[in-house]
């Protein structure tokens, strides 16, 4: 909570009025035994000190206790007020009769003079004590120091609480709260920015009508504004608080740099205090610390997005570097099983046909046509295979690492690659630029496997395109096809589609495949171009 803490202005404001109320009381009652006294004889000196003594003295501590209420100082000065009235009037007319009675106690020379004037000073005191009782605050008002700041302590702990993530509509309101006690307002209202006009996030207390906001038009008003009072708003932002008349009241605009961060309007009833001079500097200063608090905090919530964000991409590279590791033990056992599967059997064989020949040339001292024909027939079959054996061999290498791509660049690769595909590729790009081989690298395999995913998925005779293109410090690629699509949402989610991610992402880039059943499919992605190779 912030503080609630007294003002030690606003306590001892209460306190003298307090006090007065009691030495009014007191002076009342004293009057009125005195001319008990005199009439009747009694009571006693010392009664009468007490009485008027004890609850004087009882009155400083209920003082101090309830300090800095005005709830409590102001209605006591008018009881008192009325206490004496009724005590003075009803002494004045005992008086009164007594005197018309001729039935003076004689207690020597000249009381019967000193009665009628005391009789006629208690009459006008019950007639003035009322009137005067209802000036005695205002005046007492005056004459203590008003409550011109607000406890420091209120906006720093505002402020720390703010720092340590304190929910922001809470910390408004409690502020709220705390000038309308401290300042002794009828009203306080906040503002506060959202979507470039200023909504109202705080009234208290509730109002029957709500605030209206400040358009995001009307904020360059306030830009200019210190502290403006109910003239300013009645002319230049009416709607405001529809155009309040029946009160007194001064705005001031929370200013950081050019940005209007927050609004503080603060109200009084008409017939309390007027804001002095000292208020309006305070609530200025409120208004400044409210602006310093809203940036800091927003600064606050953009760096921890910024750190959200980081976190968040440090988690999807190391994902995606353990990928593409697994993703390398998985291609060099898929190398292996090919290698042997492949050329391996496919030399093995070789080397089992060229034993058979040698036999054969072995066995025949002379060779005849027809065995000469069988060898030449062999030695065909054989080197038919060792071309298929090249063949393996290349297209082996070729999904390793295209010797294109590194000779020739992305342009010559992308187009090999378009020729060597059953489905009908335009390869859109516009020139052999070189870029670095991991970015040459990442995005040709990116468009290897959109191209396959094209071929393997969309039916023969689909048209694709791919293109790349620079722009931004970037190396774009798009590869579409006008197959039946597929949604992503329901779709299993193959290695191909986070291969291809995870080798833009590991490079600082991004890629999205857009796809809705029947609208075909569209890969775009981009690669941050540091250095071109
Ligand atoms: N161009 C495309 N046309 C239609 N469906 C596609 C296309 N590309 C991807 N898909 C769908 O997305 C799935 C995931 O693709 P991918 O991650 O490459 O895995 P794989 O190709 O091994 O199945 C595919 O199984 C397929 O259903
Ligand atoms: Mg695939």
Known sequence: MIPTGQSSAVALRAQVSLAASAVVVAAGTGSALLLVRWVTGGPSLLVMVLTVVVPAVLLWPIAGFVGGSRQVSGPATAVAAWVVATALAVMAGVAGTVLLLGRLPDHGEGEGELMGAATAGIALAAVLAVPSARRVSPALRRWAPPPARLPDDLLAVFSSRSAHGAELAELLRELAEALRRHWQLSAVHLWTAEEGALRC??????????????????????????????????????????????????????????????????????????????????????????????????????????????????????????????????????????LHDGAQAHITGLVAAIGRVRNSLCRAARFGDRERAACLADLDALTERVKEVADALRDLAHGIYPAVLTDFGLRAALKAVAARSTAPVTVDVPDSTRYAPGVEAAVYFCCVEALQNAAKHAPPGVSVSVCLWASGGRLHLMVRDDGPGFDPASVHRGRGLLNMKDRLRALGGELTCKSAPGAGTTVCGFVPLCKEA
């Open 201 to 338: 996030s705080v009234s208290v207390p509730r109002p029957a009508e709500p605030p209206g906001d400040v358009e995001a038009k009307d904020i360059h008003l306030l830009r200019r504004v210190s502290v403006a009072g109910s003239g300013w708003l009645h002319n230049w932002l009416p709607g405001l608080l529809r155009a309040r008349t029946a009160c007194e009241l001064r705005l001031a605009p929370a200013v950081h740099g050019r940005d209007v961060l927050a609004l503080v309007v603060v109200e009084r009833d008409d017939d309390a205090d007027r804001f002095g001079e000292a208020e309006e500097r305070a609530l200025m200063e409120v208004a400044q610390r409210l602006a310093m608090v809203l940036r800091n905090r927003e600064l606050d919530e953009r760096l921890g997005d910024t750190l959200r964000d980081l976190r968040r991409m440090n988690q999807q590279l190391e994902e995606s570097s353990s990928r593409l590791v697994t993703a390398a033990d998985a291609a060099r056992a898929a190398i292996e099983r090919d």
